[in-house]
């Protein structure tokens, strides 16, 4: 039960962030996008996401298959969290004016950058 909850719960987590504010590589081209391309952080977000979830997901998996570096069981779990999580942030992110969202994403990115400044 704890796999399956645990599982999920992380899926889910990691589903919601993904959605709201399009992380995953959308560090650089989230803001790429809309600074360069001048696309609205809804379709900034959206953009990113179609760009790297298929290609990168599929390439980094298999490497790891081939060696026997992946428990199917807890990923399938996790995936089936992630697609709720990545549908409920996607749904709540649109009914998130554009100037918030965008705010939200740089809230992320200052962690990030505090994160990976201040980690040894």
């Not at 490497?63 to 992630?82: C, M, P, Q, R, S």
Request: with cysteine; hydrophobic share 55%; aromatic share 10%.
């Amino acid at each position: 039960m704890k796999l399956v909850l645990g599982g999920l719960g992380i899926g889910v987590l990691a589903g919601i962030g993904a959605g709201m504010v399009g992380i995953g590589g959308g560090l650089v081209i989230v803001p790429m996008l809309v600074y360069l391309f001048h696309l609205d952080q809804h379709t900034a977000q959206g953009t990113s996401l179609a760009i790297l979830l298929p290609p990168s997901g599929l390439f980094a998996f298999l490497a790891y298959y081939k060696t026997g570096h992946v428990d199917l069981k807890l990923a399938g779990l996790i995936l089936v969290g992630v697609l709720l999580g990545g549908y409920l942030g996607g749904e709540w992110a649109q009914q998130v004016s554009g100037p918030a969202l965008r705010k939200t994403f740089a809230v992320c990115m200052m962690l990030a950058a505090i994160n990976m400044f201040f980690k040894k």
